[in-house]
């Protein structure tokens, strides 16, 4: 009992690491490229430009902060009760795409909180036709995409499984009948 203790502290531990670590580079990248008017990473192509996004998303005009603190919360506080509470019952990728997701929803969070909008930086414009982002976005994408791919997956091997036992019991039924058959004769 004491061991399975220790594992599910340390498998906590890496989850808050990894939260933390991703809130920091985000806070520092963006503290960085606030003093900063534009950082040009590769010409033609990656800059790191400051664009304030006062908007709940990119295409979001409400405006309306408090309430997307409030959601914010509310959803950060369910995903943190979901990993307490089905620990046992989610495996280890799961907690790692939930921590990304976390963790980017923290840090933009942070940013609305202190600064009233959220702080992107990463720009491709150059050469595609995207919104400016920043590492938070990029984590909570990778979290949600992995998610649903490991979920997706995960599904596919359950209906894999499913037919292979329904195909089994087919199997056996057929051999019941059979020997039915032979033992009445």
Known sequence: MNKEKNKIKKEYIIL????????????IIKIYVSNTNEITIIKGVLNLKVKQNENLDNGDTSNSGTMYVIANLIIIAIMIKFITRQN?????????????ILAGAISNLID?????????????????NIPVFNIAD????????????TFASF???????????????????????????????
Do not use: C, H, P
């Open 16 to 27: 808050i690491i990894i939260v933390i670590a991703i809130i920091m580079v985000d806070q």
């Open 88 to 100: 046992s019952y989610i495996d280890k990728k799961f907690k790692i795409l939930l921590s990304f």
């Open 112 to 128: 609305r909180m202190f600064r009233g909008y959220v702080i992107e930086y990463i720009d491709f414009s150059q050469i595609i």
């Open 138 to 149: 990029i984590f909570v994408i990778i979290g949600w995409v992995g998610f649903a791919a």
């Open 155 to 185: 599904t596919v091997k359950e209906l894999r499984e499913n037919k292979i036992n329904k195909e089994v019991k087919q199997e056996i039924e057929k051999e019941k009948i059979s020997k039915k058959k032979k033992d009445k004769k």
